[in-house]
């Protein structure tokens, strides 16, 4: 007769169960979005996103639901990871244009290490943003984007180093556009003008082009002088 499992080895046990899960479901996000960002919703197929994770179809529907469903937790965690990643700079330890510099390169740096976020968010634009609306945590992820910027200007302002009349959109909309577009165009640039956005000195100077477009937007003209 086989030993009975006790209490305390099935609560052992859990902690691995759980983490299984999380791996699982995290598997399946990621495959997602490869499929979402390289074909669109529409051209998107669940059993690729199954393949690519590993498993049957069937543990979408169990994760997650149908399609739509999968979708919208593949544009959430997206968003989730880039906010995730800005968190952990500490920006309210450092000073305001500090901050905001170490913000925008890493903002630089996320959009050309994880390219296929940004073509999700292409592909997401071509849509006109109708399911990102839908996803049950856009306030948060608003508030995520905007207000660790927000903090930053109304330091900069308190000691005079700052334009008072500059929103937190004026800066993510610079960071955003400087540091997508460039991953966004790669390909047409390198065949139309025979110019690699991505590499060699190239992309230092634009690094450098970004921080210093962003001091010019947000510094009184006294505040830059050396």
Known sequence: MSEQQGP??????????????????????????????????????????????????????????NKKDVYLAVIEQSYSDIRESEEQLNLDALEPLQALHALAQRSFEYHEQNQEFTRLVLQ??????????????????????????????QRGVAQGLFRAQLTAVDVHYLISALSGFRVDHAATWQSLLQVDLLGGSLRQRHLQLLLDQLGALVCEPQALKP
């Not at 990621?30 to 499929?35: L, R, S």
């Not at 994770?53 to 543990?59: H, L, T």
């Open 124 to 153: 997401e634009n071509f849509q006109g943003g109708e399911m990102l609306g839908q996803i049950s945590k856009i306030e948060l992820l608003r508030k995520a984007a905007l207000e660790p910027i927000e903090r930053i200007l």
């Open 8 to 65: 305390e080895n099935s609560l052992s046990q859990q902690p691995s169960a759980d983490a299984a899960s999380a791996d699982m479901r995290r598997a399946l996000l990621d495959a997602g979005k490869t499929e979402f960002a390289n074909y669109g919703y529409d051209g998107a197929r669940l059993e690729r996103i199954a393949a690519k994770a590993g498993c049957a179809k069937r543990m979408l529907y169990y994760y997650f639901g």
